[in-house]
């Protein structure tokens, strides 16, 4: 077996050939066929040496066709599932799920060296990283909130349903509950102020991620209004949807970004009674 040297090939978000995920065993249980290894592990980690980082994370995957492509698995909107393109001289969609990823020791891929044929981009590696870190750092929403939007009125489908058509132009959701202040609401009338960002792609087209934004937002906004608005009255019940905004990727400020919350469209309630207090992303 090879001896692993700090200066290794291999990086975070490399793929495997289909030699070494054949004499490794790493075949996707459904799709053996297709099966797509990268890795997983940081870039520091993959050179430390064998004593010190024995082991190397994979995550075994699946290539997809054009038409499996699901808008909210792309840019890491979904913390358990990830769609995602690779460039090179073979161009790859790939869909790679959270559980199932792999440890295996570094005696084992240095035998081997990374796929040549497909590669991520800069802009398709900050997102793997981003997605591997979503799975550990959430955000957290007030339960009794999450009952209402997921449970109750069934409009975290809704937004899911809005987004999904344009996913690779709607890049992330961003929530601002109660202007971050973690408060737990009784009854129908106490009603939780919610503020949504949709934050759209600026390339390939600026232009048609806007207007795909801009598309979704008219329809969260219906669907938020036929629900929970009382138009006799000019009263919201459970949640108050003060604002839908559509924002460019290059508009958000840092300190925006630090203030809101993404939604993440797999996103499931803390489900804990009594409910925890909660930290934010």
């Given amino acids: ?86 460039a090179g001289d073979a161009p790859v969609l790939a869909e790679f799920v959270a559980t199932a990823k792999y440890s295996i020791g570094k005696e084992l891929l240095g035998d081997f ?22 799975r550990y750092h959430r955000s957290a929403f007030p339960d009794e909130f999450e009952r209402r939007l997921v449970r109750e009125t069934k409009l975290a489908e809704r937004i899911a349903k809005a987004v999904k058509p344009h996913g690779e132009l709607i890049t992330a959701v961003l929530f601002d509950v109660d202007e971050g202040v973690d ?15 949709l934050l759209h792609a600026t390339e390939p087209d600026f232009a048609q991620a806007e207007a795909a934004a801009n598309t979704a937002k008219r329809v969260i906004q219906s669907d938020f209004e036929r629900k929970l608005f009382d138009a006799q009255t000019g009263q919201w019940q459970s949640i108050e949807l003060r604002y839908l905004d559509v924002m460019s990727e ?29 930290l934010a992303e």
Wanted: proline share 6%; charged share 20%; aromatic share 8%.
């Fill in 1 to 86: 077996m090879a001896e692993w040297q700090r200066d290794t090939t291999w990086r975070q978000g490399r793929l495997l050939t289909p030699e070494a995920v054949q004499a490794l065993g790493l075949l996707h249980p459904t799709h053996p066929a297709e099966t797509l290894v990268i890795v997983a592990s940081h870039d520091c980690d993959i050179a430390q040496s064998i004593a010190s980082e024995p082991r190397v994370e994979l995550l075994v995957g699946r290539r997809l066709n054009t038409l499996d492509l699901d808008g909210n698995f792309t840019h890491a909107k979904a913390a358990r599932t990830l769609h995602i393109g690779f």
């Fill in 250 to 278: 290059e508009a958000l400020t840092y300190r925006q970004f630090t203030l809101l919350k993404r939604w993440r469209l797999d996103h499931l309630s803390l489900g804990a009674e009594p409910q925890q207090p909660l």
């Fill in 113 to 134: 060296q990374p796929a040549e044929f497909s590669r991520l981009s800069p802009a398709g590696q900050a997102t793997f990283q981003r997605w591997l870190a979503a």
């Fill in 183 to 197: 408060l737990v609401r009784n009854g129908p009338h106490d009603v939780y102020l919610l503020d949504i960002t």
